[in-house]
């Protein structure tokens, strides 16, 4: 019957007990990351000053032409 197969658990009076434990993923919120970095960001603002100091640098050279 299912009585006799079912089996007795025998803990050890002496010595070392390990138990196992299964590491289970968890699944964590995303993370909101900006679209653009940091450093991206500085950069293209040192692009944009460079751009501005350039077009600035050529309007009085080709007002001086006329």
Same mark, same amino acid.
């Given at each position: 019957?299912?009585?006799?197969?079912?089996?007795?658990?025998?803990?050890?009076?002496?010595?070392?007990?390990?138990?196992? *434990?299964?590491?289970?993923?968890?699944?964590?919120?995303?993370?909101?990351?900006?679209? @653009?970095?940091? $450093?991206? #960001? +500085?950069? *293209?603002?040192?692009?944009?000053?460079?751009?501005?100091?350039?077009?600035?640098?050529? @309007?009085?050279? $080709?007002? #001086? +032409?006329?």
């Amino acid at each position: 019957t299912k009585e006799e197969k079912a089996l007795n658990e025998i803990l050890p009076k002496q010595g070392l007990l390990y138990n196992e *434990e299964v590491s289970v993923m968890v699944m964590n919120k995303p993370k909101i990351l900006p679209l @653009k970095s940091v $450093t991206l #960001e +500085k950069i *293209e603002d040192m692009q944009k000053q460079a751009q501005d100091f350039m077009n600035q640098e050529k @309007k009085p050279t $080709t007002n #001086e +032409k006329q």
